[in-house]
């Protein structure tokens, strides 16, 4: 079992900077991959970024070049640092890993960008 805990977040304007962070307490010796993920009303969930175990960082188009995947695995944590924050960003973002069959995310954290 393992629960992910999330912080971080809130509200800024147009191309400020923001980040959100997830602690894994539990089981996490077996956590490979972790992502982040996020979601707006009436949309999917849409994958963010995701970085594996030996530290390989992949990003979604829309926000390479802008959000900062990163962990410590000594504290259990991941980040997601973003800057240039756009209007269009603004959504719940989870936290997600899978550790054998099951998945475990986040409780969700909130980001609001305001132009």
């Known amino acids: 079992q393992v629960q992910l805990v999330q912080s971080g977040g809130g509200s800024v304007q147009s191309g400020g900077s923001l980040r959100v962070s997830c602690t894994a307490f539990?089981?996490?010796?077996?956590?490979?991959?972790m992502d982040w993920y996020r979601e707006v009303p009436g949309a999917y969930r849409e994958f963010l970024a995701r970085?594996?175990?030996?530290?390989?960082?992949n990003y979604v188009d829309s926000v390479k070049g802008r959000f900062t995947i990163s962990r410590d695995n000594a504290k259990n944590t991941m980040y997601l640092q973003m800057d240039s924050l756009r209007p269009e960003d603004t959504a719940v973002y989870y936290c997600?890993?899978?550790?054998?069959?099951?998945?475990?995310w986040g409780q969700g954290t909130r980001v609001t960008v305001s132009s």
């Open positions: 997600h890993t899978d550790l054998g069959h099951v998945s475990y």
């Open positions: 539990g089981s996490t010796a077996g956590i490979l991959d």
């Open positions: 970085m594996t175990s030996d530290g390989i960082a």
